[in-house]
C-alpha cells in the first residue's frame, strides 16, 4: 500500500492514563477502503488506539497522548483542528449498545444531526432515518415504530441502531470498539454482515478479542501487545504465517 | 456443619434487622394514627378556617421560595455539568454545597434575618422570609440534581461525544432528559422539608408574631409556625386542637408531596426497565 492511499497515518503514537503509558510509539497506515482488525489481549491498548483516532481518549481525566496522527495527510492534534468537528466525520460504536434512552428510535437515528444543527425537516429526516435503518439492516423490521424507545429493542437491535445513528451523519470512517462483545452469537453474525456491506462506503477500524471475528471481517489485522504494535499485515498473513512469535502464541491461543 | 454453627448468629442479627426496620414502621405509623383521630376529629369550620389561612400562607411561601431556588440549584448544577469530570474546583465546589446542604435550617434564619430582614431593610415579610427558605432549600436541590445528572451514564456521554456533540448539547440533548425526573423529585422533597420547618422562620420574626398575636395575620405564620405559636403560646380556648388539625393537615401534605416525588421517580425507571 502507497503512503497516498493510506485514510489513517499514524506516528510515533504514545498514550497515557496518568503516569501509566498504555500505548508506546505507534506507527501505522490504515487503507481507505475496508475492515482493519486490532486484535490482542485485554489492557494492550487496543481500544485507547482508536479513542486516540477521534481524540475521545483525551477527554478521559488525567489521559492525554503525543505523536502525530493524520487524517487525509492533515494532523487532527493541530490548533486548527476542532475536535468536535472532526468526531463528526469519525464515527464510533462501542462495546455495550448505548442508544439514548430518552429519545425515539427515530430520534435516535437522527441524534447526531439533533445535537449538531438541531431537528431536520420531517420530509429529510424520514429521508436520512430510512437510508440509515436500512443501511444497518433494521429498516423492515422497525419501519412501523420508530416512535418506540430506543432502549425497547434487544440488545443486537440497538447495536444496530448505534451503527444507523452513527451512519447517519455520513462518516469517512467508522470506529468499532469491540461491537460484538455483549451480543449472542446470531446478534454477532448480523453485525458480521453489517460489515461486509459498510467495508465499501467507509474505512472501518474494529477492536475485536474475537480472533475468529477478525479473520472473517478483516483485510488487515494489526497485532497489539503491551501498548506496542507486534505486527500488522494482511490478514491471511497475520493468521497463517505472522512473523513474530508473539503474534504467532496469540493467534494460536498460547495466551491472552 | 458449618451453617449450623452460623445459624444461632444468623438468626440473631435477622432479628436485629427485622427490629430496625419494624422499629420505625411502629412508631411513625402510631403517630400517623394518633394525630390522625386527634387532629381529625377536632376538624370544624371554624379550625378548618384557621388552619386554611395559614396552609394558604404556606402554599405562597413554598411557592415563592422554589421560585427562587429552583432556578439557581438547579442551573447551577447543570452549569457544573458542562465541566465534567475534569475539574477539581467543580468538586470542591460540591463538597462545600452538600455541606451548606446540612446546616441546620434555624442557622439559615439567622442568616435571613441578618442578611434580607436588616442589611437589605425587606422587613420580615413575605419576600425576606421566601429568600431565606429559598436560601435553605437550594443547595438541597443542586445536591439532588448533581446526583440525578451524574446518574446518566458516562456510555451515555461518550456516545454523544463520539456523534460531535458539545458538552453543552450534550447536556441539552442526552444528560438533561434523562435527569429531569431525579431533578423535580428532588426539588420536590426539598420543598416539602422547607414547608415543614418553623425554625428560620421563627428566627425572622414569627416568634414574636407567634407570642404576642397567635392569631394575628403574618404573611411568615406559615402552618408550622402557627402550629407551635397554637401550643407554644398563651393557652386559649381552641389552640389544642387547631395544633392537632394543624399538624394533622401539614402531614398530609409533607407526605403527599414525598409519594409524588416517589411516582415521579419510579416512573421515570420502572416501564423502561421492564421494556428492555
Not at chain 1, 213 to 227: I, K, P
Amino acid at each position: 500500500m502507497s503512503e497516498a492511499e493510506a485514510k489513517i497515518r499514524t506516528r510515533g503514537l504514545s498514550a497515557w492514563f496518568g503516569a501509566r503509558p498504555v500505548l508506546r510509539d505507534i506507527d501505522i497506515d490504515i487503507d481507505a477502503r475496508g475492515v482493519t482488525a486490532i486484535i490482542g489481549p485485554s489492557g494492550c491498548g487496543k481500544s485507547t488506539f482508536i479513542r486516540c483516532i477521534n481524540r475521545l481518549h483525551e477527554m478521559t481525566r488525567g489521559a492525554r497522548m503525543s505523536g502525530k496522527i493524520l487524517v487525509d495527510g492533515v494532523e487532527i492534534q493541530g490548533p486548527e483542528v476542532d475536535p468536535v468537528a472532526l468526531r463528526r466525520r469519525i464515527g464510533m460504536v462501542f462495546r455495550e449498545p448505548n442508544p439514548f434512552p430518552a429519545m425515539s428510535i427515530r430520534d435516535n437515528v437522527l441524534a447526531g444531526l439533533i445535537l449538531n444543527h438541531g431537528r431536520p425537516s420531517r420530509a429529510r429526516g424520514d429521508e436520512i432515518v430510512e437510508a440509515a435503518l436500512r443501511q444497518a439492516a433494521l429498516w423492515t423490521d422497525l419501519r412501523d415504530r420508530l416512535g418506540a424507545p430506543g432502549t425497547s429493542l434487544s440488545s443486537g437491535q440497538q447495536q444496530r441502531l448505534c451503527i444507523a445513528r452513527t451512519l447517519a451523519l455520513e462518516p469517512e470512517i467508522v470506529l468499532m470498539d469491540e461491537p460484538c462483545s455483549a451480543l449472542d452469537p446470531v446478534a454477532s453474525a448480523k453485525i458480521e454482515d453489517l460489515l461486509h456491506e459498510l467495508r465499501e462506503r467507509y474505512t472501518v477500524v474494529i477492536v475485536t478479542h474475537n480472533m475468529q471475528q477478525a479473520a472473517r471481517v478483516s483485510e488487515r489485522a494489526a497485532f497489539f501487545l503491551d501498548g506496542e504494535l507486534i505486527e500488522y499485515a494482511d490478514t491471511d498473513t497475520i493468521f497463517t504465517a505472522p512473523l513474530d512469535k508473539r503474534t504467532e502464541d496469540y493467534i494460536t491461543g498460547k495466551f491472552g | 456443619m458449618s451453617g449450623r454453627k452460623l445459624s444461632a448468629s444468623d438468626r440473631a442479627l435477622r432479628w436485629l434487622c427485622a427490629a430496625a426496620v419494624l422499629v420505625p414502621i411502629a412508631v411513625l405509623s402510631s403517630l400517623l394514627v394518633s394525630v390522625a383521630l386527634v387532629g381529625f376529629t377536632q376538624l370544624d369550620a371554624e379550625v378548618l378556617a384557621a388552619v386554611g389561612g395559614a396552609l394558604r400562607d404556606s402554599v405562597y411561601l413554598g411557592l415563592l421560595s422554589a421560585g427562587l431556588a429552583v432556578p439557581l440549584g438547579v442551573g447551577a448544577a447543570i452549569g457544573l455539568e458542562q465541566y465534567g469530570a475534569r475539574a477539581t474546583w467543580a468538586e470542591l465546589l460540591d463538597a462545600k454545597v452538600a455541606v451548606l446542604a446540612g446546616v441546620p435550617s434555624v442557622i439559615y434564619g439567622l442568616l435571613g434575618l441578618e442578611l434580607f430582614a436588616r442589611a437589605l431593610s425587606s422587613g420580615r415579610g413575605l419576600l425576606a422570609g421566601a429568600l431565606t427558605i429559598a436560601l435553605l432549600v437550594s443547595p438541597m436541590i443542586f445536591v439532588a440534581s448533581r446526583e440525578a445528572l451524574r446518574g446518566v451514564s458516562a456510555s451515555q456521554r461518550e456516545a454523544g461525544l463520539a456523534l460531535g456533540g458539545t458538552r453543552w448539547q450534550i447536556v441539552r440533548h442526552v444528560v438533561l432528559p434523562m435527569a429531569i425526573p431525579g431533578i423535580v423529585s428532588g426539588t420536590i422533597l426539598a420543598v416539602a422539608r422547607a414547608l415543614g420547618s418553623a425554625a428560620p422562620l421563627l428566627v425572622l420574626g414569627g416568634f414574636a408574631a407567634a407570642r404576642v398575636a397567635p392569631e394575628a395575620a403574618d404573611p411568615l405564620a406559615v402552618l408550622p409556625v402557627r402550629i407551635f405559636s397554637w401550643i407554644a403560646g398563651p393557652a386559649r380556648e381552641g389552640a389544642g386542637g387547631n395544633a392537632a388539625a394543624g399538624s394533622f393537615v401539614l402531614m398530609v401534605v409533607c407526605l403527599g408531596l414525598h409519594g409524588l416525588a416517589l411516582v415521579i421517580r419510579g416512573r421515570s425507571t420502572g416501564p423502561r426497565e421492564a421494556e428492555a
